[in-house]
C-alpha cells in the first residue's frame, strides 16, 4: 500500500442517480467558481473607486486566486473526512456571506483582505468533483465529472461577461451583491436537494494533511504537472488581469462591458475541453501538453502583434484559451491515473500548484503594464509560456531516447 493511503472499502453505485443531479451539480460548480472571475473586467472602475493605481488593484485577483489555492489546501482534503454535501452547502453560503462584505468594503484594505477570503470559501467546485465521482455508477462516472467540469468552465466565462455587463450598467458593487443573493439561494437548494455523502472509511486528520506533502515529494509525474499547469496558469492570468486596463488605454476608451465579452470568446476553451480529454484518453497525453503550451506562448505573439484591435485580441483569447484549458486537462488525466484511491489529494496537490501559478500571474500581468504597458504584458504572458516549453521539452526529451 502507498505511503498516504488508507485501504477503503469499494462499493459501486447499484442505483442511478437522479437525473437532475449532475445539472445541479455543473450548475453549483458554474456559479462558484464565477465569484474568483467577476473582479477581472472591474478592475479599473474599482481601482477609480478607491483612488489606487492599476498596479495596486492588480492585487485583487491575486488575492482571490491565492485564497482559492489556499481553500483547496486547507478545505478540499476534509471531503476524504466529512459529510460532502454539508461541506458543500455550508461553503457555498459562507461564499455568499464574503461576498457581501465585498460589495460593501468600506476602503481598498477591506476589499484586499474580504477577496481573500472569497477565494477560500469559493474552493466548493473542487468538493464538487469527487462529490460527482462517488455519485456516479463507476460505467457513467466519466460523463459525470465531465459534465461538472464543463459547467465549471462555462462559470468561469460567462462570469466575466456578467460582470462586465452589470458593473458597466449598475456599478461593480452591484455585481457583487447580485453573486451574493445567488450563492445563498444555491446554498438551500444544495443543502435541501443534494443527496448525503460520507466517505468510505475515515482517514486520521493527521494523516489527512501529512499526505498532501508526501505524495508531492513521491511522485514526479504530480510534480512535473503540476508546475506545467503553474506556469500556463499564470500566463493565463497575465492577460485576463491586465485586459480591462489595455482596453481602457486604447484610443476608443473601451469599459467593462467590452472587456465581459471577451468571455464569450473564451467559449472555444469551454467546447475544445471534451476533444481534448478523449484525444488525451486515446492517445499520448504528453502530445496535448506541447501542443497546448505551444498555443498559449503564440497567443501572446497574435496579442502583441494584433493588440491594438478587437479582432486581433479576440483571435489571441481563443488560443490562449484553448491551449490552458487543453494543458489543464491533459495534466489531470496524467495525475488522476496514479492512484484512484488518492484522487482528491492528488487533485488538492495539482490545483494548489495551478491557483498559486494564477496568483503570480495576476501580479506579475499588473506589475508589468504598469511600467511597460501592453508589450510588458505580452512579454511575461509569453515568458511563462517559453519557461513551460522549456520545462516540458527538458522532461520529455530524456523520457524519448531511453
Request: proline letters at 5%; glycine letters at 12%; hydrophobic letters at 55%.
Amino acid at each position: 500500500m502507498k505511503e498516504g493511503s488508507v485501504p477503503r472499502p469499494t462499493s459501486p453505485r447499484d442505483h442511478a442517480a437522479p437525473a437532475w443531479l449532475f445539472p445541479l451539480l455543473a450548475f453549483a460548480a458554474g456559479a462558484t467558481v464565477a465569484n474568483l472571475y467577476y473582479n477581472q473586467p472591474l478592475l479599473a472602475a474599482t481601482a477609480s473607486s478607491f483612488g489606487v493605481s492599476q498596479s495596486a488593484v492588480g492585487v485583487i485577483p491575486m488575492l482571490t486566486q491565492l485564497g482559492y489555492g489556499l481553500g483547496m489546501l486547507g478545505l478540499v482534503p476534509l471531503g476524504d473526512r466529512l459529510e460532502r454535501r454539508l461541506l458543500i452547502a455550508g461553503m457555498t453560503a459562507a461564499s455568499g456571506v464574503v461576498l457581501l462584505g465585498v460589495a460593501a468594503a468600506p476602503s481598498f484594505a477591506w476589499l484586499s483582505g474580504l477577496s481573500l477570503l472569497l477565494g477560500i470559501a469559493s474552493m466548493v467546485p473542487q468538493a464538487i468533483v469527487p462529490y460527482a465521482a462517488a455519485a456516479a455508477r463507476p460505467t457513467e462516472r466519466g460523463g459525470a465529472v465531465g459534465a461538472v467540469m464543463s459547467g465549471l468552465l462555462i462559470g468561469i466565462l460567462l462570469s466575466r461577461t456578467v460582470s462586465g455587463l452589470l458593473g458597466a450598467r449598475f456599478g461593480w458593487r452591484t455585481v457583487y451583491v447580485m453573486a451574493a443573493g445567488l450563492m445563498l439561494v444555491l446554498a438551500l437548494a444544495l443543502r435541501a436537494f443534494l443527496p448525503a455523502q460520507r466517505p468510505d472509511g475515515e482517514v486520521p486528520w493527521g494523516e489527512l494533511y501529512r499526505s498532501l506533502g508526501a505524495l508531492f515529494r513521491r511522485e514526479p509525474v504530480l510534480r512535473r504537472h503540476s508546475l506545467l499547469g503553474a506556469l500556463t496558469f499564470g500566463a493565463f492570468s497575465v492577460f485576463w488581469s491586465t485586459l480591462a486596463f489595455h482596453l481602457a488605454a486604447l484610443p476608443q476608451r473601451y469599459g467593462s462591458a467590452v472587456v465581459g465579452a471577451f468571455g464569450v470568446v473564451g467559449v472555444a476553451g469551454a467546447l475544445a475541453a471534451p476533444l481534448v480529454g478523449r484525444f488525451a484518453d486515446r492517445g499520448d497525453a504528453r502530445i496535448v501538453n506541447g501542443a497546448a503550451i505551444a498555443m498559449v506562448t503564440a497567443s501572446f505573439a497574435v496579442l502583441f502583434g494584433a493588440g491594438g484591435s478587437l479582432a486581433g485580441i479576440a483571435a489571441g483569447v481563443i488560443l490562449l484559451d484553448v491551449g490552458a484549458q487543453a494543458n489543464h486537462i491533459s495534466n489531470q488525466a496524467r495525475i488522476f491515473a496514479l492512484d484512484p484511491a488518492l484522487r482528491s489529494r492528488l487533485n488538492t496537490v495539482y490545483m494548489v500548484c495551478y491557483f498559486a501559478g494564477g496568483a503570480a500571474g495576476s501580479w506579475l500581468g499588473a506589475t508589468a503594464f504598469a511600467r511597460l504597458g501592453w508589450a510588458g504584458v505580452c512579454g511575461a504572458g509569453a515568458a511563462l509560456g517559453a519557461a513551460a516549453l522549456v520545462f516540458f521539452a527538458a522532461r520529455v526529451a530524456p523520457r524519448r531516447r531511453a
